[in-house]
């Protein structure tokens, strides 16, 4: 069973187009994390959020925390080219447990 | 600085081999992981350490064992390879174990078993 899933889990548009990726779970998470990857690379992480119903925004890219914690989205403004890659999201639970990762979605920007 | 570190690149494999992944990192992170990341099926954490002496068993550890003598490495051992173990594998760092630390990956070991 995945705990975190990820949707839509891959989506190909155009250049200036605006989008939304979700990232879902029945169970309560401490805090989410949301990643980028390109090919051939790590991922590196784009945001952490911590508070129920949060919004963090950096540049074009708004990501929100659920009021109840259990879901995320990733919503990305004008998306350009440079925004193609794996976006992973991350959920943390209490203690020392490791990060839950999800599957991903696989973002392609076409030019 | 050069972050996290792993070798080899990429290595092709005999099914049966013995091989030894590596992973160095140099910022002084206490917590340690290793992922496979395959098509369709995202990170799966492999093995974890908290901090140097410790370690433990993430979603899939069988047929890997790992050992975290100091703080700076964390190598990841397959005993007997299979070619299900054919996968990309990334080893990532964070400061500490826990809530809200950033991970900080390393550029993959792409592993080939046949």
């Known amino acids: 069973t995945q705990l975190l899933e990820q949707s839509p889990q891959f989506l190909s548009i155009q250049e200036g187009e605006n989008l939304t990726v979700y990232c879902n779970s029945s169970?309560?998470?401490?805090?989410l994390q949301w990643y980028r990857q390109e090919p051939g690379e790590g991922p590196v992480l784009l945001v952490t959020v911590v508070t129920g119903g949060e919004v963090k925004k950096l540049k074009r890219l708004t990501f929100q925390f659920g009021d109840a914690r259990k879901d995320s989205s990733l919503h990305i403004t004008a998306a350009q080219p440079g925004d193609t890659g794996l976006y992973l999201c991350a959920g943390a639970r209490w203690g020392n447990t490791p990060l839950v990762f999800g599957k991903g979605t696989r973002l392609s920007v076409i030019a | 600085i050069a972050g996290i570190t792993q070798a080899p690149t990429s290595q092709i494999l005999a099914a049966g081999r013995r091989m030894t992944l590596r992973c160095t990192q140099d910022?002084?992170?206490?917590?340690m992981y290793w992922y496979r990341q395959d098509l369709g099926l995202g990170l799966r954490l492999i093995h974890y350490s908290n901090t140097a002496g410790t370690t433990g068993k993430g979603e899939v550890p069988d047929g890997y064992s790992v050992s975290r003598a100091n703080t700076d490495d964390f190598p990841l051992t397959l005993a007997s390879a299979v070619p299900s173990q054919t996968s990309v594998y990334f080893c990532?760092?964070?400061?500490?174990?826990?809530?809200?630390?950033?991970?900080?990956f390393g550029p993959g070991t792409r592993l080939t078993v046949t």
């Open positions: 910022m002084r992170h206490n917590a």
């Open positions: 169970s309560v998470f401490s805090s």
């Open positions: 990532a760092s964070s400061q500490q174990a826990g809530v809200s630390y950033e991970q900080y």
